[in-house]
């Protein structure tokens, strides 16, 4: 039965417990063709992810991810999607600088990508230790690309956990 978007945004927690469930490569396109669209400042798209389902690729791009010896449960992902930075490209005539909206655009799509792999089944993690140049050599980002996220993906049989947040009241005021 399909999950209704509050099912989801339950069950989606950070995994970091992943089982030896591979995950197909189909898979992982319909995450990405979900999460691509994303809303972005004036929809500059400022973005290329990088899916990465290969072993020795996992491998290299786990110990990109895992800094000072943090994010050791990456071994176990079955994929990752690297999130490249790119500077917002504006349509001609268009003089908006939107580039200090990249950030907030790279957080739209690392939602849609963990609540798109939710929908399938998938587990995920996003990841914010990244090693600039263990990245750039792991995936092969262009000249001018960053990464500062990346999501862990795989399957999990870690039981759904209650959600730790502030209260209401403190995240929020209806006036
Ligand atoms: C920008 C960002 C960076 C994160 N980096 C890491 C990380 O490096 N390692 C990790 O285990 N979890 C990381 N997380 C996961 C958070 O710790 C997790 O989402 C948060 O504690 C809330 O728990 P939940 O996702 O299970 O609801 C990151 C989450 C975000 C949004």
């Given at each position: 039965m399909k999950k209704t978007f509050n099912d989801l945004i339950l069950s989606r927690q950070a995994c970091r417990e992943f089982n030896d469930v591979a995950l197909s490569k189909e898979t992982v396109l319909e995450i990405l063709k979900q999460a691509k669209l994303a809303p972005s400042a004036c929809n500059s798209q400022p973005w290329k992810m990088y899916a990465v389902t290969t072993p020795e690729n996992i491998e290299k791009t786990a110990i990109a991810l895992g800094v000072n010896g943090h994010n050791k449960f990456l071994s176990k992902a079955k994929a990752f999607i690297v999130l490249a930075e790119k500077k917002a490209v504006l349509k001609p005539g268009v003089t908006f600088d939107g580039h200090h909206f990249v950030k907030y655009d790279i957080g739209q799509i690392s939602?849609?990508?963990?609540?798109?792999?939710?929908?399938?089944?998938?587990?995920?993690?996003?990841?914010?230790?990244?090693?600039?140049?263990?990245?750039?050599?792991?995936?092969?980002?262009?000249?001018?690309?960053?990464?500062?996220?990346?999501?862990?993906?795989?399957?999990?049989?870690?039981?759904?956990?209650?959600?730790?947040?502030?209260?209401?009241?403190?995240?929020?005021?209806?006036i």
């Open positions: 939602a849609y990508i963990t609540l798109s792999a939710k929908s399938l089944g998938v587990d995920s993690c996003i990841i914010g230790m990244v090693d600039q140049n263990l990245i750039k050599d792991a995936v092969g980002l262009c000249d001018g690309e960053i990464c500062n996220i990346a999501i862990a993906l795989g399957y999990s049989d870690i039981p759904v956990r209650d959600k730790i947040r502030k209260t209401d009241d403190q995240v929020f005021t209806i």
